[in-house]
Protein backbone atom coordinates (compact mmCIF):
# COMPACT_ATOMS: atom_id res chain seq x y z
CA UNK A 1 0.00 0.00 0.00
CA UNK A 2 1.49 3.36 -0.83
CA UNK A 3 -0.11 7.17 0.03
CA UNK A 4 1.21 10.01 -1.95
CA UNK A 5 0.31 13.46 -0.23
CA UNK A 6 0.76 16.25 -2.46
CA UNK A 7 -0.24 19.68 -3.29
CA UNK A 8 1.44 21.34 -0.37
CA UNK A 9 3.04 24.80 -0.23
CA UNK A 10 3.61 27.97 0.49
CA UNK A 11 -0.27 30.27 0.74
CA UNK A 12 -1.14 33.39 2.39
CA UNK A 13 -2.96 34.05 5.59
CA UNK A 14 -7.03 34.15 4.15
CA UNK A 15 -5.88 31.67 1.00
CA UNK A 16 -6.98 28.07 0.38
CA UNK A 17 -5.09 25.12 -0.83
CA UNK A 18 -6.01 21.77 -2.03
CA UNK A 19 -4.07 18.96 -0.70
CA UNK A 20 -4.84 15.53 -2.31
CA UNK A 21 -3.59 11.96 -1.48
CA UNK A 22 -3.32 9.29 -4.12
CA UNK A 23 -3.23 5.68 -3.50
CA UNK A 24 -2.29 2.25 -4.68
CA UNK A 25 -1.80 -0.92 -4.19
CA UNK A 26 -5.78 -1.21 -2.38
CA UNK A 27 -9.06 -1.70 -3.06
CA UNK A 28 -9.71 2.26 -2.21
CA UNK A 29 -13.26 1.82 -1.50
CA UNK A 30 -12.91 -0.17 1.36
CA UNK A 31 -10.67 2.00 3.29
CA UNK A 32 -11.72 5.18 5.24
CA UNK A 33 -9.65 8.18 4.82
CA UNK A 34 -7.58 10.45 7.37
CA UNK A 35 -5.65 13.52 7.29
CA UNK A 36 -3.15 14.29 9.97
CA UNK A 37 -1.03 17.11 10.50
CA UNK A 38 1.93 17.88 12.32
CA UNK A 39 2.96 21.57 13.15
CA UNK A 40 6.73 22.38 14.04
CA UNK A 41 7.43 21.29 17.48
CA UNK A 42 4.11 20.20 18.30
CA UNK A 43 2.21 16.32 18.33
CA UNK A 44 0.51 15.01 15.28
CA UNK A 45 -2.96 15.92 15.28
CA UNK A 46 -5.99 14.63 13.77
CA UNK A 47 -7.44 16.86 11.27
CA UNK A 48 -10.76 14.85 9.33
CA UNK A 49 -11.92 11.84 7.85
CA UNK A 50 -14.14 10.32 5.58
CA UNK A 51 -15.77 7.02 5.33
CA UNK A 52 -15.35 4.39 2.47
CA UNK A 53 -18.63 5.40 0.82
CA UNK A 54 -17.52 9.36 1.05
CA UNK A 55 -21.20 10.21 2.80
CA UNK A 56 -20.10 10.81 6.11
CA UNK A 57 -17.12 13.11 7.64
CA UNK A 58 -15.65 14.24 10.86
CA UNK A 59 -13.33 17.10 11.26
CA UNK A 60 -11.77 18.54 14.35
CA UNK A 61 -13.23 21.99 15.69
CA UNK A 62 -10.02 23.70 14.36
CA UNK A 63 -10.90 23.31 10.77
CA UNK A 64 -14.49 22.60 10.81
CA UNK A 65 -16.31 25.06 8.19
CA UNK A 66 -12.97 26.05 6.64
CA UNK A 67 -11.75 22.56 5.18
CA UNK A 68 -13.42 20.04 3.05
CA UNK A 69 -12.48 16.35 2.73
CA UNK A 70 -13.80 14.86 -0.24
CA UNK A 71 -12.97 11.24 -2.68
CA UNK A 72 -12.61 10.13 -5.95
CA UNK A 73 -13.22 6.50 -5.93
CA UNK A 74 -12.36 6.04 -9.63
CA UNK A 75 -9.04 7.71 -9.04
CA UNK A 76 -7.81 6.39 -5.63
CA UNK A 77 -7.94 9.89 -4.36
CA UNK A 78 -8.87 11.70 -1.57
CA UNK A 79 -8.50 15.27 -0.48
CA UNK A 80 -8.14 18.08 1.74
CA UNK A 81 -9.96 21.82 0.92
CA UNK A 82 -8.54 24.10 3.34
CA UNK A 83 -9.89 27.51 3.04
CA UNK A 84 -9.35 30.71 5.25
CA UNK A 85 -5.96 29.33 6.40
CA UNK A 86 -4.36 30.55 9.11
CA UNK A 87 -0.63 30.62 10.42
CA UNK A 88 -1.73 27.72 12.96
CA UNK A 89 -2.44 25.73 10.19
CA UNK A 90 1.45 25.06 9.08
CA UNK A 91 1.72 22.37 9.47
CA UNK A 92 3.05 18.87 7.37
CA UNK A 93 0.00 16.95 6.46
CA UNK A 94 -0.61 13.23 6.16
CA UNK A 95 -3.03 11.20 4.53
CA UNK A 96 -3.95 7.63 6.13
CA UNK A 97 -5.85 4.73 5.59
CA UNK A 98 -7.80 1.71 7.39
CA UNK A 99 -10.16 -0.67 5.84
CA UNK A 100 -13.84 -0.87 7.21
CA UNK A 101 -15.63 -3.21 7.58
CA UNK A 102 -19.05 -0.85 6.85
CA UNK A 103 -19.47 2.35 5.26
CA UNK A 104 -20.77 4.49 7.56
CA UNK A 105 -18.70 4.47 10.35
CA UNK A 106 -14.70 5.87 10.77
CA UNK A 107 -12.00 4.37 12.60
CA UNK A 108 -10.65 6.07 15.76
CA UNK A 109 -7.39 8.29 15.10
CA UNK A 110 -5.47 5.58 16.61
CA UNK A 111 -6.38 2.59 14.25
CA UNK A 112 -5.21 4.48 11.10
CA UNK A 113 -2.47 1.69 9.65
CA UNK A 114 -1.12 2.75 6.23
CA UNK A 115 0.54 6.05 6.23
CA UNK A 116 1.37 8.66 3.48
CA UNK A 117 5.17 10.71 2.93
CA UNK A 118 3.54 14.51 3.89
CA UNK A 119 3.37 17.34 2.19
CA UNK A 120 4.33 20.60 3.69
CA UNK A 121 1.60 23.21 3.78
CA UNK A 122 3.25 26.81 5.19
CA UNK A 123 0.84 29.97 5.67
CA UNK A 124 2.29 33.52 5.95
CA UNK A 125 1.26 36.14 7.58
Known amino acids: VQLQASGGGLVQAGGSRRLSCAAS????????LAWFRQAPGKEREYVGA????????YYVESVKGRSTISRDNAKNTVYLQMNSLKSEDTAVYYC???????????????????WGQGTLVTVSS
Open 96 to 114: AARVTATTAKLPAPDEYNY
Open 25 to 32: GLTFSLYA
Open 50 to 57: ITRSGNNT
